[in-house]
């Protein structure tokens, strides 16, 4: 069966500060993958989808990216923090032609100070 | 543009009896997809029901069922036999194939389930 894994759970970081999230998938080949944020009281936005390695499409212009340098692994990145990044980042996998169902990880909890 | 509306921040139950959710969604496109999920205090978001639009007939997951109106552009969720754990957020979504296979979401519907 496919998992999906995301860390660190919980991040509190200060403005200006660097920022790596990670996701990875088992069970799947070739998935594609998805980004999204929530906001305190919000729907989910997303962020970046992947249909595979180094193909990268953003959503939203924003202080963020992302890479995904393998098949199963996804990176979202920042250079330098703001107070508006913080929110819950959720990761998804979907497979092409399959349910057409995203599936979300447990999430990261963002605090940038 | 795709945009999914849910019209109730809070909705309660009491345990064991029904509630249903209402969600309606605008598209222009013939071929989409409709989700409900769910999430609970830990935010995991979590698939509870999910319709493909060319199918007239509603989708069913146990105690959860669908009420997909088509031409009225409505896709509502119906939990019978209400469970305390039932208690969380519930987000509609919609997919377009195609292009991102991006989900929209509605802002979501918080059910209490009282006991």
């Known amino acids: 069966s496919q998992t999906i894994h995301q860390w660190p759970a919980t991040l509190v970081q200060p403005v200006g500060s660097p920022l790596s999230l990670e996701c990875t998938v088992e069970?799947?080949?070739?998935?594609?993958l998805y980004w999204y944020r929530q906001a305190a009281g919000r729907g989910l936005q997303l962020l970046f989808y992947?249909?595979?390695?180094?193909?990268i499409s953003s959503e939203v212009p924003q202080n963020l990216s992302a890479s995904r340098p393998q098949d199963r692994q996804f990176i979202l990145s920042s250079k330098k923090l703001l107070l508006s990044d913080s929110g819950f980042y959720l990761c998804?996998?979907?497979?092409?032609?399959?349910?057409?169902?995203?599936?979300f990880g447990p999430g990261t909890r963002l605090l940038v100070l | 543009a795709q945009t999914v509306t849910q019209s109730q921040p809070e909705m309660s139950v009491q345990e064991a009896e029904t509630v249903t959710l209402s969600c309606t969604y605008d598209?222009?496109?013939?071929?989409?997809?409709l989700f409900w999920y769910k999430q609970p205090p830990s935010r995991q978001m979590i698939l509870v029901i999910r319709?493909?639009?060319?199918?007239?007939q509603n989708a069913t997951e146990n105690r959860f069922s669908v009420n997909f109106q088509k031409a009225a552009k409505s896709f509502s969720l119906k939990i019978s036999d209400s469970q305390l754990g039932d208690a969380a957020m519930y987000f509609c979504?919609?997919?377009?194939?195609?292009?991102?296979?991006?989900?929209?979401f509605g802002k979501g519907t918080k059910l209490t389930v009282n006991p």
């Open positions: 979504a919609s997919l377009t194939q195609g292009g991102s296979e991006k989900l929209v």
């Open positions: 319709q493909e639009a060319y199918k007239q």
């Open positions: 069970g799947t080949s070739n998935p594609n």
């Open positions: 992947s249909v595979g390695i180094g193909q």
């Open positions: 998804a996998w979907s497979v092409w032609g399959f349910e057409e169902t995203q599936y």
């Open positions: 598209t222009s496109e013939s071929d989409y997809y």
